[in-house]
């Protein structure tokens, strides 16, 4: 009755007055913090920038499939499905906001977990683990909103384990789970934490035992196992979606599940101790003031150890356990790199708390110039972030901008061709271009350089009326212009804009329809009433410097198979089309690239190098051995 009573006398008025009155200070410093922030990600709020991975869901595409099936994400699936979802999904300014709100908090909130107390060192820890560089690459995908929110859950549910009360220990359990389900770096976050804040308790604790280092271990390790134990909860929960629907494991999650093998494990630990983060610009100063502070806060800490009054068994056994700590916490920053995984830049976030954690080390542990000279190097750290954060988000917006006046010029290009009648149209894209501005290294980023992106980015961001060409469409195209054309030039050259019966066709790479043209062309010059210069599976015809194949009576089955073509030049080493030639030249290729089959005919037509060829050896690949080879002596 009494609790009744409680709930239904709540005013939130007064609870908030309460809370904002006991924590004013706290409030105060968060919000400057806060707007720190907001001037140093500004140019993420207030110049427009858009990715490819958020064009693709610009207005609503399915993402709960691949977050569950690739990612294990099963709670950011949710989330995007049935809140984040459509035109919600990508929101710059308001998501971009929200993202910092929650990267502001995530680094307040750690800086009072590792017991920091006075103002500069809350701020400059603070901004040492919010203000970087991955935080700006994570700010870029406005669709990231979900992942930003689940981040702060899971850090409020890691403080929450570590209340004596069972009831505060559930609800972070299940707060921690929600964060796993949403996106699994929140475990690296909260393992360095634990690991910075049981070094901090182990030389400022009052009782300096082995029994209290006991304590603090086994408070550590309980938490450690919990939170392995919402990881596994959140794997089998992600299971049952993949039971649900009938999906399986794919890409990245299908990478870490299958290739636990030693010697694999072990090459992996070897590039988390020797692979750097390929930061974009600045690569260098990043590791160099890093190491000043990663030193100076371990040497700092070591210092501390033999100074402290207490045992020698104590004292050694802090130092044994902070070497042990030493090697497992790049392990733990760069934790996907174990599972097989490749990270990008905004992956590396943890990090900022790894980085964080050794200036916090230093600010313990030294005194005097010692402590000033770390603090100076970590403000120079938080620059040179904000320099990297200015020039990419300056190089993403003039790449959006850039990306949409090409896409509008594609359109006035087909607008203006001399073929062009009327809309919708048939649309037709080739190949992937990269359209770079100074600066920008991203080019995975680009809608022109993605397959998935490019003609939704020509839908929402240009007035063009079409539909993407159905494949009788595209044959047509194809007739036409191996009818019309000998090679074709990548886009935006003159060749690179085709309109053909209302169908437009937008070659941005080439290559591949060049290699059709040429095809083309040279199985028009096959010599039909000449006998072969070798039998075999497939005859072996040779004619001004083109290698021809041919089968008859031929079907799909005898093409299936990857053919092998190694020229051997006669005067070895050479230098050809600025490719170093030491013993052979590998010419290998698939049939459909290079020949064609008219109905139970294969004929293959391949030109080879301009140099004086020794020999040829040629045949196709079979399952376990070689279906057939065969050598052409030429000198």
């Not at 809370?19 to 427009?48: E, R, V």
Request: proline share 3%; glycine share 4%.
């Amino acid at each position: 009755m009494t609790s009744l009573k409680k709930i239904f006398s709540f005013n939130i008025e007064n609870y908030l007055d309460v809370l904002s009155t006991k924590h004013k200070s706290d409030i105060k410093l968060f919000l400057i913090l806060f707007t720190l922030l907001i001037a140093i990600f500004g140019q993420k709020l207030f110049f427009y920038s858009l990715p490819s991975d958020d064009y693709m869901r610009f207005w609503g595409d399915d993402n709960y499939k691949m977050l569950i099936t690739n990612s294990s994400r099963w709670a950011q699936a949710l989330l995007e499905e049935y809140i984040f979802t459509q035109k919600i999904l990508v929101l710059p300014y308001l998501h971009g906001l929200v993202g910092i709100f929650c990267i502001a908090l995530m680094g307040y909130l750690s800086a009072k977990f590792l017991q920091r107390k006075k103002s500069l060192e809350i701020v400059l820890t603070s901004l040492i683990i919010s203000a970087s560089a991955m935080f700006a690459h994570n700010l870029y995908f406005s669709s990231n909103i979900s992942t930003w929110i689940a981040l702060v859950i899971g850090l409020i549910g890691f403080f929450q384990l570590y209340k004596k009360s069972i009831y505060a220990k559930a609800i972070g359990f299940l707060l921690l789970l929600f964060s796993i389900g949403n996106y699994q770096s929140i475990i690296q976050v909260i393992a360095l934490l634990g690991v910075f804040k049981a070094l901090i308790q182990l030389i400022q604790n009052d009782e300096k035992n082995l029994l209290s280092l006991w304590k603090v271990l086994r408070t550590f390790l309980c938490i450690m196992f919990l939170t392995f134990l919402a990881y596994l909860l959140s794997f089998y929960i992600n299971e049952i979606f993949l039971h649900y629907h009938g999906w399986h494991e794919a890409h990245r999650l299908k990478t870490a599940e299958n290739s636990f093998q030693l010697q694999i494990l072990l090459e992996r630990l070897y590039s988390i101790y020797t692979v750097p983060i390929e930061f974009l610009y600045f690569k260098r100063s990043f590791y160099i003031v890093g190491l000043f502070i990663v030193l100076l806060g371990g040497i700092g800490y070591i210092f501390q150890i033999f100074t402290i009054k207490t045992t020698f068994r104590y004292k050694s056994a802090l130092f044994v356990l902070f070497l042990i700590t030493l090697l497992i916490l790049p392990i733990i920053a760069n934790l996907p790199m174990l599972l097989g995984l490749h990270i990008p830049v905004r992956a590396h976030f943890p990090s900022g708390w790894l980085i964080g954690g050794f200036f916090v080390l230093a600010l313990v542990s030294l005194q005097g110039i010692l402590r000033s000279i770390n603090i100076l190097i970590g403000i120079v750290f938080i620059i040179i972030n904000i320099y990297y954060i200015s020039r990419f988000f300056d190089s993403c917006a003039r790449q959006t901008d850039a990306d949409i006046h090409r896409a509008n010029a594609i359109v006035e290009r087909i607008r203006l061709h001399p073929n062009y009648t009327n809309e919708p149209m048939a649309l037709y894209i080739i190949g992937q271009k990269k359209f770079n501005v100074l600066g920008w290294d991203m080019q995975w980023q680009q809608p022109f350089n993605s397959y998935w992106v490019r003609y939704k980015f020509l839908k929402y961001f240009t007035d063009f009326d079409f539909h993407m060409a159905s494949p009788k469409e595209k044959s047509k195209v194809y007739n036409y212009i191996a009818q019309h054309f000998s090679h074709l030039e990548a886009y935006p050259a003159k060749s690179s804009i085709i309109v053909y019966q209302n169908i437009a066709v937008v070659i941005l790479n080439p290559n591949k329809i060049n290699i059709m043209l040429e095809k083309e062309n040279l199985l028009k010059t096959f010599p039909k009433n000449k006998t072969p210069d070798i039998r075999s599976k497939f005859d072996l015809y040779l004619q001004n410097n083109i290698l021809y194949y041919k089968k008859q009576p031929c079907s799909k089955k005898d093409t299936r198979n990857k053919f092998f073509l190694r020229i051997y030049p006669k005067n070895m080493p050479i230098t050809y089309k600025g490719r170093y030639i030491d013993a052979f030249q590998t010419l290998d290729f698939r049939f459909y690239l290079y020949g064609k089959q008219i109905k139970d005919t294969c004929i293959a037509a391949v030109k080879l190098p301009e140099y004086k060829i020794e020999k040829i050896r040629t045949g196709q690949f079979g399952h376990k051995k070689l279906e057939w080879e065969k050598y052409l002596q030429l000198h």
